[in-house]
């Protein structure tokens, strides 16, 4: 059982479409990110959320952490092909580990 | 800027043959981990260092061995690769630990692809 679960695995859409995925755990945590990654390369970190309800706003990303600290959501606005990607939430639950969901595979299609 | 360089990129070993990955770091990280990655799995800790000389066990350890005798360096072995070790590994490090409230931010290398046959 993963501690983390994400949402959906995997999503095709055209460009210019909203989307969101989902991050969800039955755990609280004391933080969360996310990374994207893409073919070939390594995760890089996009955002660090650590108040519950915090929003961030990364241009065309909204982060969200929620109220509880067991979940978290990734909307985008007027998707591009730039952002195709894999979406790795990670979080840390209070000392006991670190770890990382398995991720969303994002197609955006021109 | 290299940032984490990890070799090497790609590895097919027959089953039972010993091989060890390198890790190398250029920006004076503390922190030092080693994940696999596999479908659906998302990334799994094997290893992490939190200083030169030390090491620990992470999530999935077996079949593995670590070092890490210089700070910019963290190498992971396999002693008799198995088929089950057939994965994408990936070699972090980072400035602030990974836990806690301020959660550091990871650096990983480009991955080093390792099929066991």
């Known amino acids: 059982t993963q501690l983390l679960e994400q949402s959906p695995q995997f999503l095709s859409i055209q460009e210019g479409e909203n989307l969101t995925v989902y991050c969800n755990s039955s755990?609280?945590?004391?933080?969360l990110q996310w990374y994207r990654q893409e073919p070939g390369e390594g995760p890089v970190l996009l955002v660090t959320v650590v108040t519950g309800g915090e929003v961030k706003k990364l241009k065309r990303l909204t982060f969200q952490f929620g109220d509880a600290r067991k979940d978290s959501s990734l909307h985008i606005t007027a998707a591009q092909p730039g952002d195709t990607g894999l979406y790795l939430c990670a979080g840390e639950n209070y000392g006991q580990n670190f770890v990382f969901g398995p991720g969303t595979r994002l197609s955006v299609l021109p | 800027n290299a940032g984490v360089t990890q070799t090497p990129k790609f590895r097919v070993l027959k089953t039972g043959q010993s091989m060890t990955l390198l890790c190398a770091q250029d920006m004076n990280h503390e922190y030092m981990y080693w994940y696999r990655q596999d479908p659906g799995m998302g990334l799994r800790l094997i290893h992490y260092?939190?200083?030169?000389?030390?090491?620990a066990k992470g999530e999935v350890p077996d079949g593995y061995n670590v070092s890490r005798l210089k700070k910019q360096n963290f190498l992971l072995g396999l002693e008799s690769a198995a088929p089950s070790q057939t994965s994408v590994y990936f070699c972090?490090?980072?400035?602030?630990?990974?836990?806690?409230?301020?959660?550091?931010?990871?650096?990983f290398g480009e991955g080093s692809r390792l099929t066991v046959l």
């Open positions: 755990s609280v945590f004391s933080s």
């Open positions: 972090a490090s980072s400035r602030i630990w990974t836990g806690g409230f301020n959660t550091g931010e990871l650096f």
């Open positions: 260092s939190v200083g030169e000389g030390t090491t």
